[in-house]
């Protein structure tokens, strides 16, 4: 349920070695497969446990092709990592008024626990990051149960290295940039309703206190 999962994603995201396994192995219980983020973060500690799961490495044409994707939707710059008030600020109040806001702050947390690079600061190089990557993969991944694969390979690569039929129907091309801006400005609407509501709140509770205690 979304209550266990939230509450062994807290000790995930908390990186207590003596519950982080038992935190995830109970979040994908049930699962046979998973697709990007937050999964790919463990893609280690699942072939650890299934040594011989099948990977498939998403790649793009390029390092540089990738970073300018990412750069411009998962990844946006920012001046350095949230620290000190700010990041408490970030993480106790803004985080709370949206799992998702939470739940992507928590994926770069981990990236930068996991592998030393925060994706969103405007320094990092993320070509060098990409590369870094997909040469660890490559690295550990027998070549048996690897397949690198480019979307734009189609269906017959993926579906041949996972054993399953070719669908009689094109292969899907989705979650491009516009419809990335599309949810993201959506999202923020979202988020500035949910602020104006919070406004709203604090502000007739701060006018009924200062009411009372005058009348009184």
Known sequence: SSGINAEYGERMWKGDP??????????????????????????????????????ILSVRDSAEVWA????????????????????????????????????????????????????????TDLARMYEDWNANVIAKVPSSNLLIFNVKDGWEPLCKFLDLPIPDQPFPSVNNKAEFDKRKEKFKKGMFIKFAVLSLTVSAIGVGAIGYVIMN
């Open 68 to 123: 300018v994707s990412a750069r411009n939707t998962i990844f946006p710059a920012v001046k350095g990592r949230l620290v000190g008030i700010k990041r408490w600020l970030f993480i106790n109040i803004v985080t709370q008024f949206s799992s998702s806001l939470r739940g992507i702050y928590r994926i770069y947390d981990f990236i930068f626990r996991e592998h030393g690079v925060d994706p969103t600061r405007e320094d």
């Open 18 to 55: 003596d519950t982080a396994d038992e935190a995830l192995k109970a979040i994908f219980e049930g699962y046979t497969a998973t697709v990007d983020y937050p999964g790919c973060i463990f893609w280690e500690k699942f072939l650890q446990w299934n040594p011989q799961a099948k990977v």
